[in-house]
């Protein structure tokens, strides 16, 4: 199998997501930019709770498939554009982490300095205006919001990380998550 160490990161990242209960097992994608410039992206239509290498698209720096027998996940033009933006990372996470895609289809600001963790490993985040999943309007507003940010939340969508790893981009995510949970905590102590 080629590329199988980038691949298997991938997949192992996936099913993390998963596990952990940041995504379900038809949702999310996780992407790997390598030093040569090859991605590595979930294929499409593939079941999260037990993706392994094989079901990881591998794509040259001209957008070539090496695995043409997979389909590069639907949301592939927004990781294309967020690497194109962003030559500083070589990870991308997204998911649709329960908390975090509550505060994603709500008006409510997520406060990510709530914890000293969340303010150090976070920041501030960007808040992502709400396009169609897969489109080409998702990928441009995702790839220009988050060229000051780290994370961000996708209205009416869930959530995205990205960082130089995909363990950083991991931790970015489940941060999110569990900063998330400990606002809508928050929130629910302040009205009892």
Known sequence: MIFE????????????LYERGLTTTSGGNVSLKNADGYIFITASQS???????CKVVV?????????PELKPSM??????????????????????????????????????FITEEAGYILGEIAVLEYKTMGSSELAKVCSEGLVQY?????????????GNSLIEAFDRM??????SRICFNSFLLKTT
């Open 5 to 16: 160490e980038e691949r298997s990161q991938v997949a192992q990242i996936m099913r993390r």
């Open 47 to 53: 079941d999260k709770s037990c993706i392994d290498a």
């Open 59 to 67: 794509l040259t720096k001209n957008l070539e498939n090496l695995t």
């Open 75 to 112: 949301e592939t033009e927004m990781h294309l554009k967020i690497y194109e933006k962003r030559p500083d990372i070589s990870a991308i996470v997204h998911a649709h982490p329960i908390f975090a895609s509550t505060f994603a289809v709500s008006d409510i600001k997520l406060d990510t």
């Open 150 to 162: 780290n994370v961000g939340l996708m209205k009416k969508h869930g959530a995205i990380a990205v």
């Open 174 to 179: 489940e941060v999110l998550e569990f900063t």
